[in-house]
């Protein structure tokens, strides 16, 4: 992949956001796709008074400091890592992956009540799942193929085939997806 300046970035997205007649947002993941903005970066509202939404995949340090830098809606991905974190920093929300996204609503919502049981709870619940998005976000590998076996397992799909280019499956690897998986439990 070619090295783009952060310059040419901003200049692309504040073209994008010009030309827009509707909000626009972007998502930001340079850790993990070798290529993106820096928190710096991404405060392109400031310039470009439509680009509302950005969704990046970084720490809740991170989201902290962006959210206060201006007015966007800032939501973190990085497939739950942090997300009660992130909401404490104020992010608007969570965008993970499919993993475990129907516990994660869960869980937010336990959150957004905003009792101090509620809150509790939503700890607590988090606390069982948080080591698989860890495991998962190791890699894009780890992510993409045991990610996917995850996924397929909570769905019963018995027949599940990781995308290529990406390495295919350890026999480590299925039995990790296995019993994170059950943790987990279907769909």
Same mark, same amino acid.
């Given at each position: 992949?070619?090295?783009?300046?952060?310059?040419?970035?901003?200049?692309?997205?504040?073209?994008? $956001?010009? +030309?827009?007649? %509707?909000?626009? @947002?972007?998502?930001? /993941?340079?850790?993990? #796709?070798? =290529?993106?903005?820096?928190?710096?970066?991404?405060?392109?509202?400031?310039?470009?008074?439509?680009?509302?939404?950005?969704?990046?995949?970084?720490?809740?340090?991170?989201?902290?400091?962006?959210?206060?830098?201006?007015?966007?809606?800032?939501?973190?991905?990085?497939?739950?890592?942090?997300?009660?974190?992130?909401?404490? $920093?104020? +992010?608007?929300? %969570?965008?993970? @992956?499919?993993?475990? /996204?129907?516990?994660? #609503?869960? =869980?937010?919502?336990?959150?957004?009540?905003?009792?101090?049981?509620?809150?509790?709870?939503?700890?607590?619940?988090?606390?069982?799942?948080?080591?698989?998005?860890?495991?998962?976000?190791?890699?894009?590998?780890?992510?993409?193929?045991?990610?996917?076996?995850?996924?397929?397992?909570?769905?019963?799909?018995?027949?599940?085939?990781?995308?290529?280019?990406?390495?295919?499956?350890?026999?480590?690897?299925?039995?990790?997806?296995?019993?994170?998986?059950?943790?987990?439990?279907?769909?």
């Amino acid at each position: 992949m070619k090295a783009v300046p952060e310059s040419s970035l901003i200049e692309f997205f504040g073209a994008v $956001a010009d +030309a827009s007649p %509707i909000p626009v @947002g972007i998502h930001n /993941a340079p850790e993990y #796709l070798g =290529i993106g903005l820096s928190i710096t970066g991404t405060s392109l509202h400031k310039r470009h008074p439509n680009f509302k939404i950005v969704k990046l995949e970084a720490s809740a340090l991170a989201i902290a400091r962006l959210i206060d830098q201006g007015t966007l809606d800032v939501f973190n991905g990085r497939d739950g890592i942090e997300m009660l974190d992130s909401m404490y $920093a104020g +992010a608007a929300g %969570i965008i993970p @992956g499919a993993e475990v /996204a129907d516990l994660l #609503l869960r =869980i937010f919502d336990l959150f957004d009540a905003g009792s101090a049981e509620s809150i509790k709870e939503a700890e607590g619940r988090y606390q069982e799942i948080l080591p698989l998005p860890i495991v998962l976000m190791e890699s894009m590998d780890t992510f993409l193929v045991d990610g996917k076996y995850v996924l397929g397992r909570r769905f019963a799909i018995k027949e599940i085939d990781a995308r290529v280019p990406f390495a295919p499956p350890t026999a480590f690897g299925l039995e990790t997806t296995r019993r994170y998986a059950a943790v987990a439990g279907s769909f």
